[in-house]
């Protein structure tokens, strides 16, 4: 079965230091979408994709957190400087939408401690 | 008003008993997703509904366009269907709205 792959799957890092999280959609799929969850928010949306294109990143924290898909093939959102409130999973989604194609895949996630 | 209400929050039910999980949405959408999360656990996709009904094991899912509603059920249910279930539906800009989620679990 194709899958969202994400990495790392977990990253313990101490308040300050830079993160990248990667994802690689899956091929064919034209929309990536990046989402937070913590026990406290639940699902939060943080920036989406379609077509590589950035539609939506109004969710995100402009002032540390940044979201990019230099291709078709990887997204990746990084957080600098990182803070302990960052703590979460962090998911990568890729869908496809069309007449007759609706698919929507999750990633892992990215479980992500800020010490 | 949350623009995708789920019902109910919480359930419990014994092990073999038909579950209904329901989603009503307030807003224009091109598809309607059922998630599946268990405890610390990733997402995962169970459906994708723009009309009618979806059936795939033991899970069934239906959609009313007109009524703006969409029920997930589970028939025989078993412990291991224990997790939170979530409805979320793509507006016409592609966003996904999401409802705050049903936990469910299952008592054997």
């Known amino acids: 079965d194709a899958r969202v792959t994400q990495t790392p799957r977990h990253k313990v890092t101490e308040m300050g230091q830079e993160v990248t999280m990667r994802c690689q959609p899956i091929l064919g799929h034209n929309t990536v979408f990046w989402y937070r969850q913590t026990m406290m928010q639940g699902l939060e949306l943080l920036a989406y994709f379609r077509n590589r294109a950035p539609l939506d990143d109004s969710g995100m924290p402009k002032d540390r957190f940044s979201a990019e898909m230099p291709d078709a093939t990887l997204a990746t959102l990084k957080i600098q400087p990182s803070e302990p409130r960052d703590s979460a999973v962090y998911f990568c989604?890729?869908?496809?939408w069309g007449p007759g194609a609706n698919v929507l895949t999750f990633g892992a996630g990215s479980r992500l401690t800020v010490l | 008003k949350n623009e995708v209400e789920q019902s109910p929050q919480n359930l419990t039910a014994q092990e073999g008993e038909f579950i209904t999980i329901n989603c009503s949405y307030s807003v224009g959408i091109s598809a309607l997703h059922w998630l599946q999360q268990h405890p610390g656990g990733g997402i995962v996709s169970l459906f994708m509904l723009s009309s009618g009904k979806k059936k795939h094991g033991r899970l069934i899912a239906t959609i009313n366009i007109q009524e703006k509603h969409s029920s997930l059920h589970i028939t025989a249910s078993h412990p291991r269907d224990s997790a939170v279930y979530i409805c979320a539906v793509m507006d016409s800009n592609y966003q996904l709205i999401w409802g705050a989620g049903t936990k469910l679990i299952i008592k054997p």
């Open positions: 989604a890729s869908g496809r």
